[in-house]
Every structure is written in structure tokens, then in C-alpha cells.
């Protein structure tokens, strides 16, 4: 497989990993707590933290475990682009802050595009193609 496929896919890993664990499960920050408030705000704010970390763990998880799935990551292109749109016009001032989720989404998705269009069968399909 492709270098930078691997690289793609360890990185949407550990991005998917770290924020589900650190921020959420581990030190409750204030940030994820506002935005879930804004987001999800039928739970309660204990809820939304562990629900919502541990949903990002297993989605790691399941991004290592089916390693060469490209349909794995249409949810990571989905949620990516939706809550920073969402978040641009609902709670506008998290984007001015050197940690964001314009940076974080757009890593995300950049990733997990990059991700698809080098996996190894969107490989073997470009190369077959006359130029």
C-alpha cells in the first residue's frame, strides 16, 4: 500500500483517538463541554462528554481495525464538515482561538480524503485509466 496512505490513516487514527480521550474522558474541557451543550443539549453535560468520547474511541478503533475500508471514513468527512459549519454560525467565537474546530475539522477531513484517494483499489482504478 502507499505510504501515504498509511500515514493518512494513522493520523486519522490518533487525531480520532486523542480527542475523544483527552478532552472528553479524561479532562472534561470546557470547550467540548460548551459545545456539546450547543450541540447535543438533551443530555446532561457528564452524558455528552462520555458518550461522545466514547464514540470517537470505538470510531479509532474501528478505523484500525478495518484498516482498508474507504466507506469507514465517510462519516469522519460528514461529521467534519457539519459541525464546523454548524459552529461558524451557532458559537463563532470557539474559530478565534489557536486550538479550533476549523483547524481540527479541516485536518480531519483533509485526512480522510487523502486517505480515500490513495487507497490501494482508487490506486490500481487511476493507473488503469488512459492519460
Excluded: C
Aim: net charge positive.
Amino acid at each position: 500500500m502507499h505510504k501515504v496512505y498509511h500515514i493518512s490513516r494513522i493520523a486519522l487514527f490518533l487525531i480520532w483517538l486523542h480527542h475523544g480521550l483527552v478532552p472528553k474522558l479524561l479532562f472534561k474541557d470546557q470547550q467540548e463541554i460548551a459545545m456539546n451543550d450547543l450541540l447535543i443539549p438533551f443530555l446532561s453535560q457528564e452524558q455528552a462528554l462520555l458518550y461522545t468520547g466514547l464514540a470517537e474511541v470505538i470510531y479509532a478503533a474501528l478505523i484500525l481495525i478495518f484498516y482498508k475500508s474507504r466507506t469507514l471514513l465517510i462519516p469522519s468527512i460528514l461529521f467534519s464538515s457539519l459541525v464546523t459549519f454548524v459552529l461558524i454560525f451557532t458559537f463563532p467565537l470557539l474559530f478565534t482561538q489557536a486550538f479550533n474546530p476549523f483547524s481540527i475539522n479541516i485536518s480531519v477531513l483533509s485526512l480522510s480524503v487523502i486517505n480515500i484517494y490513495t487507497h490501494p483499489i482508487a490506486l490500481k482504478i487511476t493507473s488503469q485509466q488512459p492519460s
